[in-house]
């Protein structure tokens, strides 16, 4: 389970664990059940608890960032961990200014 909130308008989405492929289904459906439902202005994913991704959890990004982009609004990233902020360098996510 996730833990979120919703607040002025921005949808806190707090991750925690692992975010591999099974991980991320999981979590893809229950935020975009959310996003769809309240169409937040901005969409906040908040790393600060994962303790490791893989190509899912980028997948989960871009997904994400799509998602909320057709409602309208926003993604940005957050409290990212050292060793998975590389894997988004890596990614190329940066480029679409969600940091």
Do not use: C, W
Request: aromatic letters at 6%; glycine letters at 10%; zero cysteines.
């Amino acid at each position: 389970m996730i833990e979120t909130e919703y607040k002025n308008d921005v949808l806190t989405v707090y991750l925690n664990g692992e975010l591999d492929h099974n991980r991320s289904a999981e979590i893809r459906t229950a935020v975009d059940g959310r996003i769809n439902s309240l169409r937040p202005k901005r969409l906040e994913l908040d790393f600060s608890k994962v303790s490791f991704m893989d190509s899912s959890g980028i997948g989960l990004i871009m997904g994400r960032y799509r998602a909320v982009g057709l409602v309208g609004g926003q993604l940005k990233i957050k409290n990212i961990p050292e060793d998975i902020s590389r894997i988004i360098e890596l990614s190329g996510v940066t480029t679409l200014g969600v940091l």
